[in-house]
């Protein structure tokens, strides 16, 4: 069974520090890899997502993440947060098939990222 | 455009009462619908998933169930909530074509039983 693990619970940072939270995953087979964000009082909005190509994948606001299939892991990085960066953000998975149960997203447990100004 | 309605926003319910939230989607047709839980430290759980009109999947046994009675409507009940049930669910859907489309989340629903 697939099973996402995210490393942090909570991170603390002050403003203009990088970021990255670690993401590993668990599926031997083709997969699709997500990062969603929620900020506070909002919807679940998708970050940024890879499905084939470059390993290294950009999304909104400034962030990216790179694949390292040898390590199962899809980390998200930022250079440089800010303040309007704290929100909780998740990880998630689903095997390369359509549609049903296979099309199933997993999460991790999410990481709480707050940002001083 | 697609958009996904869910509601209530939040909602608290004594122990053993029954539960009904709705979630709705509007501009797309034979969507794949979900509905997920994220309870405290726990993160975000599949609970159960339709691929079409009367058609649900569970993923985990508990206390809940879903039903699909119209292609984008989708509900999640109980007839008795349990102190356990207490969390944020969220609904969502993604193209009957497959999940590489990506998913597309409600803005969920806070349930406190007490």
């Known amino acids: 069974a697939q099973s996402v693990s995210q490393h942090n619970h909570h991170v603390i940072l002050s403003e203009a520090a990088s970021l990255e939270l670690g993401c590993n995953y668990s599926y031997g087979g083709t997969v699709n890899l997500f990062w969603y964000v929620q900020y506070p009082g909002q919807h679940l909005q998708l970050l940024l997502k890879y499905f084939s190509g470059d390993p290294l994948v950009k999304g909104i606001k400034g962030f990216e993440a790179e694949f390292i299939k040898s390590k199962f892991s899809f980390n998200l990085r930022k250079p440089s947060v800010q303040w309007s960066d704290t929100a909780e953000y998740f990880c998630?998975?689903?095997?390369?098939?359509?549609?049903?149960?296979?099309?199933?997203?997993?999460f991790g447990k999410g990481t709480k990222l707050s940002v001083k100004p | 455009s697609q958009t996904i309605h869910q509601w209530p926003a939040t909602l608290v319910q004594p122990v053993g009462s029954p539960l009904s939230l709705e979630c709705t989607v509007e501009?797309?047709?034979?969507?794949?619908l979900y509905w997920y839980r994220q309870a405290a430290g726990r993160g975000l759980q599949l609970l159960f998933y339709?691929?079409?009109?009367?058609?649900i999947s569970s993923e985990v046994p508990q206390n809940l169930s879903a039903s699909r009675p119209q292609d984008r409507q989708f509900i999640l009940s109980s007839k008795k909530l349990l102190l356990s049930d207490s969390g944020f669910y969220l609904c969502a859907w993604n193209s009957g074509q497959g999940a590489n489309y990506g998913y597309t989340f409600g803005s969920g629903t806070r349930l406190t039983v007490v």
């Open positions: 501009g797309t047709s034979n969507p794949n």
């Open positions: 339709s691929v079409g009109i009367g058609q």
């Open positions: 998630a998975v689903n095997a390369g098939y359509y549609g049903g149960s296979q099309g199933n997203l997993i």
